[in-house]
């Protein structure tokens, strides 16, 4: 409508022409105007056509908002919700299109929606209707839905918007709205997919939850909800899982404090102390679990967790500013060492109980995990500039364990999620990249290729190629290959095998050269060929095997040149060489002028038992796992800080000692505690093998947590602001 079009005879004005000039001063930002120009339609006699109410109403909803008077927002938006005015609407336009540019539906003879409030044309995938009841476009709904939802959050009502969020959910069938409800109800995954415009809606409600539970357990789960959605309160959440953690293993259920240091860590994702801490809990828990996959996840989360901590340097930092003790770089390699090994006879103990294939090993996924760490940290140092943070509370350098362990924690996109792999690769990609064809000049590249080596899902079996252990590789490779079918979905997979295959046969083939084992190392020759390996790069060692073999063969009849003649062919065929060729010719005119070289026939590889096939009989009934009292911290057992000395240790262990009467069990936990405190070197290990002090600290009593909560709860719902409507849905009709 235009203003020329609103001047009536007499000078009078048409309420729809003041409805307009309201909603531009509305979208302009000059609310004073705009709520003068309603008041001046309050007096107007005849009033507003009923067809345009709904969209006085979201304005005078906004208005009423930003006023602070929730409750007449609230009534205001309820009625644009309810408001039923289609049937008063004009006929459309012959040429019925979509309100939404580009869209192809609603052309022709579908049906098409009529917005109750702004009179546009949407298509059913635009909008929403209820049964014999209002119409809405997207737009129009989205906004009246949010501000009442707000409304009700700061009024601390929810059952003033849920009525409509469930109409438009349940009989409307809009999906937005059971999010709105979800929200409402306390749902932390829904708060978790609420745009950045309306994203304190979830924070004010799960607050007000989190103030009025009364259950421990309970407020740790609403503070660790709240942590995920936005970091709000991360600092009591972990405090309060830290406690629950501790005492959980001073009663020796590994499993519960496991749980609880994640929880920790899920407040806090770039904690290098908390990723520390559970890590530390996961091995703990795996060690007493019976169950053999629980214990293999539980091991996993560990190797993920303590190689992006013990390996990654900045945690050494976090380390000495707990301790008081700060170490060279010669005593944190010296305990680097030593936690390897400790850690690697536990995986190896755990390897042999679980008796898995060697590519799934633990020792062998801690291997990959910390050299993957290693490359990372030398790439990030090295390589970019400017160098990449890798300390704690930014981004968390760790290996693909490491990486799927963290994804949950966070809702960052994929590349600056703590342990960021796939954002760091691709960095180091763009800035590490060199010609097509040519070889890298700098080390860089290559130990960039290295790590994507790595940091692939073969990561493990191509570690066993770099081990040497091409037997193991072999067996392994033939038996997925056995498993995997040949179809259209198993091809691209058995195409991985193949190559993996051909390189750990050509790896075994050198080695049985070196052992002068010639036929077994051409017969390897052989089968990589087979699997599609290239053997231009080992002609002199495939020509070396040839010959020797076929030496052997002739010395072992020499009347007959046949089977050096045979050998000669099948290396030709592998490969086309101008000297086996010669050596052919030769051995073929010593023999008869009539003699047909046999067809080549490839040996038929042997079968393996594999014995970790064999299920193992004692693990069929596994024994109950017993409290494994030596994880506890030796400065919580005899309750001493970090930072005392030699003498305050020995006078710690006097006094538990003599408190512990004739417990033996306690005497021998606190015998070890001040064995673990008894030197500078065991010390620093000790330091490595609990949680860094501090991590339990005192976070506050309950009471004062909720309190805490309620007032922050209140401090948000005060803050709350209306989605501003946009001026198509106050102008009726407006482009």
């Not at 390897?524 to 231009?536: S, T």
Request: aromatic share 4%; net charge neutral.
């Amino acid at each position: 409508m235009s203003e020329e079009q609103g001047a009536v005879g007499g000078g009078a004005v048409r309420p729809s022409l003041v409805l307009s000039r309201a909603a531009r001063a509305l979208a302009a930002g000059e609310y004073v105007q705009a709520v003068g120009l309603h008041r001046q339609l309050d007096t107007m006699r005849p009033g507003l056509s009923p067809q345009f109410l709904p969209a006085r109403a979201a304005a005078r909803g906004f208005l009423a908002a930003r006023a602070g008077d929730w409750a007449a927002s609230a009534d205001w938006y309820a009625f644009v919700l309810d408001a039923h005015v289609e049937g008063l609407l004009p006929e459309p336009p012959a040429e019925r299109r979509c309100r939404v540019q580009g869209c192809r539906r609603g052309r022709g003879l579908e049906p098409m929606l009529r917005c109750g409030q702004c009179h546009r044309l949407c298509c059913s995938e635009h909008g929403a209707a209820r049964p014999g009841g209002p119409q809405r476009c997207d737009d129009c709904l989205w906004t009246a839905l949010s501000n009442l939802t707000i409304a009700a959050v700061a009024l601390d009502s929810p059952q003033t918007a849920l009525p409509a969020l469930t109409a438009w959910c349940e009989q409307g069938d809009w999906e937005d709205a059971g999010l709105l409800r979800d929200v409402l109800t306390g749902d932390p995954g829904a708060a978790a997919q609420l745009p950045a415009e309306c994203r304190e809606l979830g924070r004010v409600v799960l607050l007000r939850r989190a103030a009025g539970v009364s259950d421990r357990r309970d407020l740790l789960d609403r503070l660790s909800q709240l942590g995920q959605v936005d970091g709000l309160l991360a600092g009591p959440a972990r405090e309060l899982q830290a406690q629950a953690a501790q005492q959980a293993t001073r009663r020796g259920d590994p499993a519960a404090a496991e749980e609880a240091w994640r929880r920790a860590w899920a407040a806090a994702p770039s904690d290098l102390a908390l990723v520390h801490a559970a890590g530390l809990a996961a091995l703990a828990a795996a060690t007493a679990e019976p169950d053999p996959d629980r214990c293999a996840a539980a091991a996993r989360r560990a190797i993920g967790c303590l190689a992006v901590t013990v390996n990654g340097g900045a945690y050494w930092k976090a380390l000495a500013e707990s301790t008081g003790r700060p170490l060279t770089d010669e005593e944190q390699d010296e305990v680097r060492i030593a936690f390897d090994e400790q850690l690697r006879l536990r995986l190896r103990v755990l390897d042999t109980r679980l008796a898995r294939p060697a590519h799934q090993g633990l020792e062998l996924a801690w291997t990959v995990e910390t050299e993957a760490v290693r490359l990372l940290m030398e790439l990030a140092v090295e390589a970019v500039e400017p160098p990449l943070e890798t300390g704690s509370g930014s981004t968390l350098l760790g290996g693909p364990i490491f990486l799927t362990l963290s994804q949950p924690f966070a809702g960052e996109p994929l590349g600056v999620r703590p342990g960021g792999l796939a954002g760091v690769l691709a960095l180091l990609r763009e800035h590490l990249s060199w010609p097509p064809g040519r070889e890298p000049q700098h080390s860089h590249p290559v130990t960039f290729l290295r790590l994507v080596e790595v940091a692939s899902p073969n990561g493990p079996f191509l570690q066993l190629l770099a081990e040497k252990r091409f037997q193991e590789a072999i067996e392994i490779a033939e038996e997925e290959l056995d498993a995997t079918p040949a179809d259209r979905r198993g091809d691209l997979r058995r195409e991985e095998l193949r190559h993996l295959l051909g390189r750990a046969l050509l790896g075994r083939a050198k080695e049985r050269l070196d052992e002068q084992d010639w036929q077994a190392a051409f017969e390897d020759y052989e089968r990589a060929a087979d699997q599609g390996a290239e053997l231009k790069l080992h002609q002199a060692d495939l020509e070396q095997a040839t010959y020797q073999w076929g030496k052997e063969l002739r010395r072992g009849d020499r009347s007959s040149w046949q089977s050096y003649a045979a050998v000669l062919n099948r290396a030709l065929r592998l490969l086309p060489s101008r000297g086996l060729a010669e050596n052919l010719e030769e051995a073929l005119r010593r023999l008869p002028a009539d003699y047909k070289l046999p067809p080549v026939h490839r040996p038929e590889r042997a079968r393996v038992s594999r014995p970790h096939a064999e299920p193992a009989p004692e693990a069929a009934a596994p024994k109950a796992a017993r409290p494994r009292t030596e994880q506890l911290s030796p400065y919580l057992v005899l309750d001493v800080p970090p930072s005392a000395d030699g003498s305050a240790v020995q006078a710690a262990y006097l006094r538990e000692l003599k408190a512990a009467g004739r417990d033996a069990v306690r005497k021998k936990q606190v015998a070890a505690a001040r064995s673990a405190l008894s030197s500078p070197q065991r010390r620093r290990m000790a330091d490595l093998l609990v949680p860094l002090p501090g991590l339990a600290a005192d976070g506050g009593s309950l009471d004062e947590l909720g309190a805490h909560c309620g007032r922050l709860a209140e401090q948000q719902a005060a803050a709350l602001r209306p989605l501003p409507p946009a001026l198509a849905q106050l102008i009726p009709l407006a482009p």
